[in-house]
């Protein structure tokens, strides 16, 4: 089955920094990566996804990149804000079928003000 | 509102008393799903359903069992919890599936005890 590692499992940046979060995945057939972010007390929420026909996906500070040949993919936050402190995650799944979500194991944001 | 319902959202319990954590969707979705999450494990996935009458086990069913009778319900059964049962688990809905793209709405949580 599908194995997704992600890295770094704890991020601290001071605000106005960049961050960025990466994923690696095992199975070559994936071509549906999406982050979620989990806030404190509350349930994992979609931030962004990518296709694998698709190099790059921006959405205002956010970005997603994606290296089908390497087989990762990464999450760009720009402009950091104390609000963008939180757990992400990243996944993977292979589209067309009912196959499902394998998530990564999170990385913990930290945004010092 | 769409949302994904949970109850109860806190529960400490004894080993091998059986309970039941309830999830509800009201947005017609078609796949449900149930995740725990641990430290240092992420999410790993219990249970899903693709409709009503169909379930298939997902990393880690071993201790639970689920059932599908109704589209918006699909609750979590602990037949005899036991404290490695300990956890946080996540009720998620999405239209017809992961693997069609479509954003899977997560519930707010059930943090679980099992002394």
């Known amino acids: 089955g599908e194995n997704v590692e992600q890295h770094p499992s704890t991020l601290s940046v001071q605000e106005g920094d960049s961050a960025v979060i990466k994923c690696t995945y095992s199975?070559?057939?994936?071509?549906?990566f999406p982050w979620y972010k989990q806030e404190l007390g509350k349930g994992p929420q979609l931030i962004i996804d990518?296709?694998?026909?698709?190099g790059e996906k921006k959405d205002q500070r956010i970005a997603v990149t994606l290296n089908k040949t390497a087989k990762h993919f990464s999450l760009h936050i720009t402009e950091t804000q104390p609000e963008d402190s939180a757990v992400y995650f990243c996944?993977?799944?292979?589209?067309?079928?009912?196959?499902?979500?394998?998530f990564g194991k999170g990385t913990m944001l930290l945004v010092s003000p | 509102e769409a949302q994904v319902t949970q109850n109860p959202r806190y529960l400490i319990t004894v080993t091998g008393k059986k309970l039941t954590v309830t999830c509800s969707q009201n947005?017609?979705?078609?796949?449900m799903s149930w995740y725990r999450q641990d430290p240092g494990l992420g999410l790993r996935q219990i249970y899903y359903?693709?409709?009503?009458?169909?379930?298939d086990k997902g990393d880690v069913p071993e201790g639970y069992k689920v059932s599908r009778k109704e589209k918006r319900n699909f609750p979590l059964i602990l037949e005899s919890p036991s404290p490695n049962q300990t956890s946080l688990y996540f009720c998620a809905s999405s239209f017809r599936g992961s693997g069609s793209f479509d954003e899977q709405f997560f519930g707010p949580g059930t943090r679980l005890t099992v002394l």
């Open positions: 996944a993977a799944s292979i589209s067309g079928g009912y196959s499902t979500l394998t």
């Open positions: 199975d070559s057939a994936s071509n549906y």
């Open positions: 990518i296709r694998s026909n698709v």
């Open positions: 359903s693709m409709n009503v009458e169909v379930t």
């Open positions: 947005m017609n979705h078609e796949y």
